[in-house]
């Protein structure tokens, strides 16, 4: 969209999304380029010796060890630029080989620019990812739920999301305060590995799969919380997430890991909820440049089952968490106020001026 504000006119996709939720004007607005799009996907699926070679900017989701997704290594552009998330500190020899690919890459965290300068590759660039301020501001509650105190927590339920450590204290803090309720935005469609979770011991077990998603329900009672307790909350559109956010009066990310900032947790700040974050990796530079309030008690993640060294990566202090909860029921005021105060700071951080910077550097060669 901010390609297209500034005179850009063409917009290429090499893979057809697999869904589409945008509002109808916008859709309507990128359905030649999801048609195109289609169309290069069959072109590569259907001829797997081709290499496409574009005479402009080609962008390349890169994760760890610089993986993309299939396909991707025979689609170049001028300059061919790798736009990282990635969560480990180390990278294989073959990881390495395949970042000689990139001219560039554009690091969403101060911890993946870091990482990425350790591992030598470059030039790289710190370019921030965004919040959509047209959706994500403070507002009124519709008092939906009442009088209750209501605890958003929200990302793919996964280890390094941190699921386990929200419930086991939540599970505590309902012990004095029956009312709270948990509203958890967590459905994924990849399998959880249980071992990780069983090893740190705050929770039995991992919600099993369904046909589209996760059974977090039944994985919530499992742990003791009775259905009242919670909503688990269906896999719904980014669009219609600031309606659930704005009733909410706290929110936690104690996350033992992220590459980038955390996108929900930012969203949740833009709508005014008091937002606790885990101070690691690239959460940090939510606490650091927008003030987000800090879970600072951060210990070494000790196990990964794929054999994965979680270097910087933390676990959240229990006792921390909780008191987070209590401060925000406590002091609710002032809580609000604060959080609305970083509402205000976030706003600066709107996805059209973070992309103009990412276009700057890999279409008009500016330097970060």
Same mark, same amino acid.
């Given at each position: 969209m901010q390609f297209l504000r500034r005179g850009g006119e063409q917009i290429i996709l090499t893979r057809e999304p697999v869904a589409i939720m945008l509002p109808p004007a916008t859709e309507a607005q990128f359905a030649p380029f999801f048609k195109l799009g289609a169309k290069l996907d069959a072109f590569l699926r259907s001829n797997p010796n081709e290499i496409l070679s574009f005479r402009h900017a080609v962008l390349h989701s890169c994760g760890n060890d610089f993986a993309g997704f299939e396909g991707q290594d025979?689609?170049?552009? =001028?300059? +061919?630029?790798?736009?990282?998330?990635?969560?480990? =500190? &180390?990278?294989?020899? $073959? #990881?390495?080989?395949?970042? !000689?690919?990139?001219?560039?890459?554009?690091?969403?965290?101060? /911890? +993946?620019?870091?990482?990425? !300068?350790?591992?030598?590759?470059? @030039?790289?660039?710190?370019?921030?990812?965004?919040i959509d301020t047209s959706l994500f501001y403070p507002g009124p509650k519709s008092d939906r739920w009442q009088n209750r105190f209501v605890v958003f927590s929200g990302g793919k339920f996964e280890f390094r999301k941190g699921q386990d450590i929200v419930v086991a204290a939540f599970k505590r803090f309902r012990q004095k305060h029956p009312e709270a309720l948990?509203?958890?935005? /967590?459905?994924?469609?990849?399998?959880?590995?249980? =071992?990780?979770? $069983?090893?740190? #011991? $705050?929770?039995?077990?991992?919600?099993?799969?369904?046909?589209? #998603?996760?059974?977090?329900?039944? /994985?919530? *009672?499992?742990? #003791?919380? @009775?259905?009242? &307790?919670?909503?688990?909350?269906?896999?719904?559109? +980014? *669009?219609? *997430?600031?309606a659930v956010l704005r009733e909410c009066d706290a929110a936690l990310f104690p996350n033992r890991c992220e590459g980038g900032t955390n996108l929900v947790a930012m969203e949740a700040m833009a709508c005014g909820v008091p937002t606790w974050v885990a101070d690691n990796t690239g959460q940090k530079d939510l606490i650091d440049m927008l003030g987000a309030k800090a879970?600072?008690?951060q210990r070494p993640v000790q196990f990964l089952s794929d054999g994965k060294t979680p270097r910087d990566w933390g676990e959240s202090d229990l006792d921390e968490v909780v008191a987070a909860l209590e401060y925000a029921y406590n002091h609710r005021e002032k809580a609000r106020k604060e959080a609305f105060d970083i509402a205000e700071k976030i706003k600066a951080w709107d996805w059209g001026m973070q992309n103009e910077k990412l276009l700057k550097i890999v279409c008009d060669g500016a330097p970060s």
């Amino acid at each position: 969209m901010q390609f297209l504000r500034r005179g850009g006119e063409q917009i290429i996709l090499t893979r057809e999304p697999v869904a589409i939720m945008l509002p109808p004007a916008t859709e309507a607005q990128f359905a030649p380029f999801f048609k195109l799009g289609a169309k290069l996907d069959a072109f590569l699926r259907s001829n797997p010796n081709e290499i496409l070679s574009f005479r402009h900017a080609v962008l390349h989701s890169c994760g760890n060890d610089f993986a993309g997704f299939e396909g991707q290594d025979r689609v170049f552009g =001028a300059p +061919n630029v790798g736009c990282v998330a990635i969560e480990h =500190a &180390s990278c294989s020899p $073959h #990881g390495l080989e395949v970042a !000689k690919n990139y001219h560039l890459f554009i690091a969403i965290s101060r /911890w +993946n620019e870091q990482l990425l !300068k350790n591992f030598d590759v470059g @030039p790289v660039y710190l370019c921030h990812q965004g919040i959509d301020t047209s959706l994500f501001y403070p507002g009124p509650k519709s008092d939906r739920w009442q009088n209750r105190f209501v605890v958003f927590s929200g990302g793919k339920f996964e280890f390094r999301k941190g699921q386990d450590i929200v419930v086991a204290a939540f599970k505590r803090f309902r012990q004095k305060h029956p009312e709270a309720l948990l509203v958890a935005c /967590w459905q994924n469609q990849q399998a959880t590995d249980e =071992a990780e979770f $069983h090893h740190v #011991g $705050h929770c039995q077990g991992v919600p099993e799969r369904a046909d589209f #998603g996760l059974q977090i329900a039944p /994985w919530l *009672m499992q742990q #003791g919380l @009775p259905p009242e &307790s919670f909503f688990d909350l269906p896999l719904t559109p +980014n *669009m219609h *997430m600031p309606a659930v956010l704005r009733e909410c009066d706290a929110a936690l990310f104690p996350n033992r890991c992220e590459g980038g900032t955390n996108l929900v947790a930012m969203e949740a700040m833009a709508c005014g909820v008091p937002t606790w974050v885990a101070d690691n990796t690239g959460q940090k530079d939510l606490i650091d440049m927008l003030g987000a309030k800090a879970l600072s008690r951060q210990r070494p993640v000790q196990f990964l089952s794929d054999g994965k060294t979680p270097r910087d990566w933390g676990e959240s202090d229990l006792d921390e968490v909780v008191a987070a909860l209590e401060y925000a029921y406590n002091h609710r005021e002032k809580a609000r106020k604060e959080a609305f105060d970083i509402a205000e700071k976030i706003k600066a951080w709107d996805w059209g001026m973070q992309n103009e910077k990412l276009l700057k550097i890999v279409c008009d060669g500016a330097p970060s």
